[in-house]
């Protein structure tokens, strides 16, 4: 695999690269690509000097794979660009991921439905990953019906400026480049992304089209609050699920212990749950808190934990990248 990331020098820039160190990714040539800011300053990796790439002196380079994690705007830019050269982009930004032509992948869930002709492939928001992940094995079984999320989403899921506010906040300092419109230390922000005129946020308005796109069903009831919480390295969500059968808690456990990327955590007589200071640097899903709702006749409720750079971003771009390279690169 020939393989570039756009984006190396960002939070989940870095995080790629701990990734697939992790995974030990076959690479034959890397291309380090950052802002002209960064382009020509030494960066390592797998013990080895790169320097630093702008995105056009990459454009020339033979890409097989570029991982874009630049935002947005350098996704709507720069991805086409790439594409038309041959190359596979894989984008972790959301320039893409609700567009009809454009397949939006969560390898445990529909990984099979890319095609060699698919030049750009969207990574989903981080709070919809790990929450589709544990849907889909149980929406095969009972069928989903009904879902209600609420997120506690870490700093990290704003790159270094939400971090940063944090660090700072804690030092007893104000600080000057905000992530939030509140303080964040010490205190729950039920506020992601610009509020729309329906009163949801961007972000929740992405948990809910995201979800419905991945697991193919454009009707599914979904609604969802997220909140940012005060924490390092792992997003939360307690999830309440309504099925269109009964389900049965034994099999539940059975099916997401058997599904790839689930770890259960779930024994309340030693106080075993998932927690993000457990997920942190860890590449699976968590979930625990498993039991039945008892105000619903087929409804459950559970709580699932991921690290949001790692599978809700890094890990995610990294598995489409070897099935791309595994499936359609000679």
């Excluded at 794979?65 to 996704?75: D, L, R, W």
């Excluded at 995201?210 to 069903?217: A, C, F, H, N």
């Excluded at 808690?249 to 790839?260: A, F, H, K």
Aim: contains cysteine; proline residues 5%; aromatic residues 8%.
């Amino acid at each position: 695999m020939k393989l570039a990331i756009v984006g190396v020098t960002g939070m989940v820039g870095t995080t790629l690269l701990k990734v697939l160190n992790d995974f030990n990714t076959e690479i034959s040539e890397f291309y380090p690509i950052a802002s002209e800011k960064s382009a020509g300053k030494p960066i390592i990796f797998r013990n080895n000097e790169y320097t630093i790439l702008s995105l056009e002196q990459a454009l020339e380079k033979n890409i097989d794979i570029a991982i874009f994690s630049a935002g947005k705007a350098i996704s709507l830019e720069w991805a086409p660009k790439f594409a038309q050269k041959g190359v596979y982009v894989v984008d972790n930004s959301s320039a893409w991921r609700m567009l009809d032509d454009i397949k939006l992948i969560v390898p445990e869930v529909n990984i099979s439905l890319l095609n060699p002709e698919d030049k750009i492939i969207a990574n989903p928001n981080c709070s919809t990953i790990q929450l589709v992940v544990v849907l889909w094995p149980l929406h095969k079984l009972y069928g989903l019906k009904r879902i209600v999320v609420s997120t506690y989403q870490s700093v990290t899921g704003s790159g270094y400026k939400g971090s940063n506010q944090l660090f700072e906040e804690e030092k007893g300092q104000k600080s000057e480049t905000p992530a939030y419109p509140h303080q964040i230390h010490h205190n729950c922000i039920p506020h992601g992304g610009a509020f729309l005129d329906n009163l949801y946020t961007e972000e929740e308005e992405k948990l809910t089209n995201e979800s419905r796109k991945i697991l193919s069903l454009p009707d599914l009831k979904l609604t969802s609050t997220v909140v940012r919480v005060p924490v390092l390295g792992g997003h939360s969500e307690s999830v309440n699920i309504e099925f269109e059968k009964k389900p049965n808690l034994t099999e539940v456990n059975t099916v997401l212990q058997n599904s790839m990327g689930i770890v259960i955590l779930d024994n309340p007589k030693t106080n075993t749950y998932p927690m993000p200071i457990e997920s942190s640097d860890k590449n699976e899903t968590f979930v625990g808190r498993i039991r039945y709702d008892n105000s619903c006749e087929n409804g459950i409720n559970l709580w699932i934990v991921a690290d949001n750079l790692r599978k809700g971003a890094a890990t995610n771009a990294v598995q489409i990248a070897e099935y791309i390279a595994d499936n359609f690169i000679d």
